[in-house]
């Protein structure tokens, strides 16, 4: 069976590609459905990382994540760091290209974390005009993940649920649910992560993420580095049953084990898939994209505006 969503395929479960790995993988090539990489880690690369990359796409689907779109900023849309992006993606023939509903920098400094927007209609709108642009320019839907979040703000007039859904139904974009990210979120705001799953476009959710997180009492922090909990599995199971065939991966990034414990935790999903972990197959060509025009101008909304934030 093959469930096309915003005409990308279903591709099992797969694997976070880190350094630590790649003699694992180059000498045993692991019986892994698809592996999703750092789309910054391979873009300004041209040694080591990139030729294990190339190894590795031949024989596996790639799929690319990419933590410094900055699609939230107020700052104008990084035409170098698009170009970059749109040649890996041709390169590594990336099934498809996600980043965060965040921002992660201003003025062309990158504060390299996933910085949280305020839900309104006001963002809302230049989210949307920004993701469009990224679209039209990639020639690919993008997918956009919700990130954890640790503060809110007073200007926000809707739940982040409402904000993501009609993020992805304007801009005609797709959805990479983190159900830890979930998790995190809803615990740290007292928010109830059933609604939140229950409330989205599940069609166009086109890949999920499972990950453990560090548990620190009062508030919980995604961090990556351990085993996925109980209750995140039950959410997950969830989601499975609201949305069907969907592409899951673990991510693991800090003390990471070996090759087949991270391998193992993420074949555990079978368990929690239900009727959806039994014959499901993904189909993907490996077809060229076009040819990029170095010349091109990445196209800038209109107005920038700064966001009071109290």
Not at 20 to 48: K, Q, T
Not at 50 to 68: C, D, K, N, W
Not at 204 to 218: E, K, N, P, W
Request: a negative charge; one cysteine or more.
């Amino acid at each position: 069976m093959s469930n096309l969503r915003l005409g990308l395929p279903y591709l099992g479960l797969g694997i976070g590609l880190r350094p630590v790995h790649y003699p694992y993988i180059l000498e045993h090539w692991p019986d892994v459905d698809w592996f999703e990489i750092i789309s910054e880690n391979y873009m300004e690369s041209a040694g080591r990382p990139r030729y294990v990359l190339e190894q590795i796409a031949e024989r596996y689907p790639i799929v690319m994540h990419g933590v410094s779109m900055s699609i939230g900023s107020t700052a104008p849309l990084d035409q170098n760091y698009l170009v970059k992006l749109k040649q890996l993606a041709k390169w590594s023939q990336a099934i498809w290209v996600s980043d965060h509903i965040c921002w992660t920098g201003v003025n062309g400094l990158n504060g390299h974390d996933l910085l949280p927007l305020p839900f309104n209609e006001e963002t809302l709108k230049h989210v949307v005009a920004r993701v469009k642009l990224v679209q039209e320019f990639l020639e690919r839907p993008l997918i956009l993940e919700n990130p954890s979040s640790y503060v809110t703000f007073r200007d926000s007039t809707m739940s982040e649920w409402e904000f993501t859904t009609l993020l992805a139904e304007e801009a005609d974009c797709g959805l990479l649910l983190d159900i830890n990210n979930v998790y995190v979120t809803c615990f740290n705001h007292d928010l109830e992560p059933a609604e939140f799953i229950h409330t989205l476009p599940h069609q166009r959710i086109v890949q999920f993420h499972l990950a453990g997180h560090t548990d620190c009492g009062t508030h919980i922090i995604d961090t990556h580095d351990n085993h996925v909990i109980n209750p995140v599995w039950e959410l997950y199971r969830l989601a499975c049953q609201l949305t069907g065939d969907v592409s899951t991966l673990l991510e693991w990034d800090a003390n990471i084990p070996e090759f087949d414990v991270v391998h193992n935790e993420v074949l555990r999903a079978r368990q929690f898939m239900g009727e959806y972990a039994q014959g499901l197959e993904y189909s993907h060509s490996f077809q060229a994209l076009p040819q990029l025009n170095p010349q091109i101008v990445v196209p800038q909304p209109p107005v920038f505006e700064t966001a009071e934030v109290e």
